[in-house]
C-alpha cells in the first residue's frame, strides 16, 4: 500500500483537499463530508489539526482494507476515542450512499473493512491493565475486582452446600459427589480472592484490634463445617484434636483464617487418609496449633518456594507461575506472626506434612 496507510502520513501540503488521495471515490466523499462537519461543530478546538490526522488514518486504513493491501501498526493517536468517533462518522456515511446505489465495493466489503478497522483502533488492553496495575491505587484495583469476584463465589458455596444437605430436596449419589466437586472449586477459588485482598492490604491486618474470649472447640468445629463436603467428596476423615482448656483469649478470627487455610490445603494435596487438626497446651499460656495430613509431603525443592505467590518455572514462557496455595501460606504465616508466632512446617513422603505454630492465649479464667 501507500506510505499513508503506517503510522498517520503527513496531510498533503500540494492541495487545498487533504483527501484527494482517497480511494474510491465515495469513501473520499464521505471523508470530505465528516470533515467539514467537524469543522464546523468544533472550529476552536485546540485539536484540530490531530483530527485532521486521525482522520486520513481511519479512511487510509480503511481503503487499505477495502483492496487487501498490507497495513502497519495505526498511529497511537487514532486508537482513541476521537478515532473510532471518526471513523463511526465515515462509516455512516458511506452507508448512506451505499444504500442508495449497487455498485463495488458491496456493502459486505464495506463492513469488513470497517470492523477490521475498528479492532485496530481499539486500545491497547494489556498495555492499559499493565498501566493501572503497575501505577498509583493499583492496590485498590485489584481488591474491587477481587470483592467483585467473591460475592458471587460465596453464593454458590451457600447453594451447594444447601443442595448437599438436602435441604431442597434429596440427592442422589452421583449428585452429591457433582455437589462436592463444585464446592470445593468454589471454596477454592473463594480462598484465592480473600488472600489476593489480604495481600493486596499488607497481609498480616488483624481484624480484632482488641483480644476476645473465644472457645478453641467451637473454633475447630467451623473449621470442619465448612470443609466437610470437600472431605465427604474425598472420602478423606477429619479429626479434630481439642484441648483439656478449651476456653482462651486471643483473635479467633485470624485463627480461624489460618487454621481454615491450612486445612483446605491439606484436603487438597490428601488423597487417602485424614487431615488433622489440633490443639495442644504448651508452657506458660501458651498453646500449640497444627494440622497435619497424610498426603504424599512436600519435596525439599517445593519447601524453597513453598510461601512464594509466583513461582519460577522454566518451561513457562514469562518465566512465572501464580500459586494460589503459595499465596495462602503467606497470608496464613502473616497472620500468625502478627498474632506473636511463628509458622513452621515438618512434611516426610511417607508420612505426610504438619504445619504448627504457637501462639501466647491466656486462659478466659484470667479475665
Not at 479492532?119 to 498495555?127: T, V, Y
Not at 449419589?173 to 477459588?189: C, F, H, T, V
Not at 467451623?222 to 476456653?247: F, Y
Not at 483464617?257 to 487431615?275: E, I, S, W, Y
Request: hydrophobic share 40%.
Amino acid at each position: 500500500m501507500r506510505a499513508a496507510a503506517g503510522a498517520a502520513e503527513a496531510v498533503p501540503k500540494t492541495t487545498t483537499n487533504p483527501f484527494a488521495d482517497v480511494q474510491p471515490e465515495v469513501l473520499r466523499n464521505a471523508a470530505e463530508g465528516v470533515w467539514r462537519a467537524f469543522h464546523n461543530s468544533f472550529a476552536d478546538a485546540t485539536n484540530r489539526e490531530e483530527a485532521l490526522v486521525v482522520l486520513r488514518e481511519v479512511v487510509l486504513r480503511t481503503s487499505a482494507e477495502l483492496h487487501r493491501e498490507p497495513l502497519e501498526s495505526p498511529d497511537p493517536r487514532a486508537r482513541s476515542a476521537l478515532g473510532r468517533y471518526l471513523l463511526d462518522r465515515v462509516s455512516d456515511a458511506v452507508f448512506n450512499h451505499v444504500a442508495r446505489s449497487t455498485g463495488a465495493p458491496s456493502a459486505l466489503d464495506w463492513s469488513l473493512a470497517f470492523g477490521a478497522v475498528r479492532r485496530q483502533l481499539e486500545p491497547d488492553w494489556a498495555e492499559y491493565f499493565g498501566a493501572r496495575l503497575s501505577g498509583p491505587g493499583c492496590h485498590e484495583l485489584v481488591v474491587e475486582v477481587a470483592h467483585d469476584l467473591r460475592s458471587p463465589l460465596t453464593s454458590v458455596l451457600f447453594l451447594a452446600e444447601t443442595l448437599l444437605r438436602e435441604h431442597s430436596g434429596p440427592v442422589t449419589e452421583i449428585q452429591k459427589r457433582q455437589l462436592g466437586l463444585i464446592y470445593a472449586a468454589a471454596l477454592g477459588l473463594s480462598a484465592v480472592t480473600s488472600d489476593v485482598i489480604e495481600l493486596a492490604r499488607g497481609g498480616d491486618r488483624l481484624v480484632e484490634s482488641e483480644r476476645s474470649p473465644f472457645s478453641i472447640a467451637e473454633l475447630f468445629e467451623s473449621v470442619r463445617d465448612i470443609v466437610e463436603p470437600i472431605a465427604e467428596e474425598k472420602q478423606l476423615e477429619i479429626r479434630l484434636g481439642r484441648p483439656d482448656s478449651d476456653q482462651r483469649v486471643g483473635h479467633p478470627l485470624a485463627l480461624s483464617r489460618v487454621l481454615l487455610n491450612l486445612t483446605t490445603n491439606a484436603l487438597k494435596f490428601t488423597d487417602q487418609g485424614l487431615v488433622e487438626i489440633s490443639a495442644q497446651p504448651g508452657p506458660l499460656n501458651t498453646v500449640e496449633f497444627a494440622v497435619r495430613d497424610t498426603g504424599h509431603g512436600i519435596s525439599d525443592q517445593a519447601l524453597e518456594t513453598l510461601y512464594q505467590p509466583f513461582r519460577r518455572v522454566a518451561s513457562r514462557k514469562g518465566g512465572y507461575c501464580f500459586s494460589g496455595t503459595g499465596l495462602g501460606l503467606v497470608i496464613c504465616r502473616r497472620l500468625v506472626e502478627a498474632m506473636g508466632g511463628k509458622l513452621e512446617v515438618e512434611s516426610g513422603a511417607d508420612w505426610g506434612t504438619r504445619f504448627h505454630f504457637r501462639l501466647d492465649l491466656p486462659p478466659a479464667s484470667a479475665l
